[in-house]
């Protein structure tokens, strides 16, 4: 992904070592990074124990939330694609024990599209 791309907020994938290598401090023992997404500063990551979302705040960064949600505490989510003059998907994730949705925008069709089947393969009852 080029600097522009990240600056101008697109999603992209990234690759399990570079995010491994982000959250070293996060992860627990045997824990493996599967897939992972950049969102300006922000990152989506899919382990094999949980859905991470990192939100890094302030200016620098340096402030950092981790939101741990193991994929059985997702009963539902929703997403909206990018139109022509509204470049900005959307993903609702619904999560058991909160009132609202927890809202992701993110600014990729790919991307978008990319996650929807990650969360599917996580959260469908396996038959």
């Known amino acids: 992904m080029s600097l522009f791309s990240r600056l101008v907020g697109d999603a992209s ?12 401090n996060v992860l627990v023992e045997d824990e493996e990074v ?8 922000d990152l989506i990551v899919f382990t094999s124990l949980r859905l991470l979302l990192v939100d890094k705040q302030g ?15 997702i009963y539902q989510f929703s997403i909206t694609t990018a139109g022509h003059f509204d470049i ?5 994730l619904y999560i058991a024990g909160s009132n609202e949705p927890r809202k992701i925008e993110i600014k990729s069709g790919d ?16 038959g």
């Open 59 to 73: 200016i620098t960064g340096k402030r950092t939330e981790y939101l741990s949600i193991p994929y059985q505490s």
């Open 34 to 41: 599967e897939a992972s997404f950049i969102l300006i500063r």
């Open 111 to 126: 991307a978008i599209l990319k996650i929807q089947k990650l969360l599917i393969t996580r959260i469908s009852p396996k």
């Open 88 to 92: 900005d998907s959307e993903l609702l």
């Open 13 to 24: 994938e990234i690759s399990p070592e570079e995010a491994k290598e982000e959250l070293q």
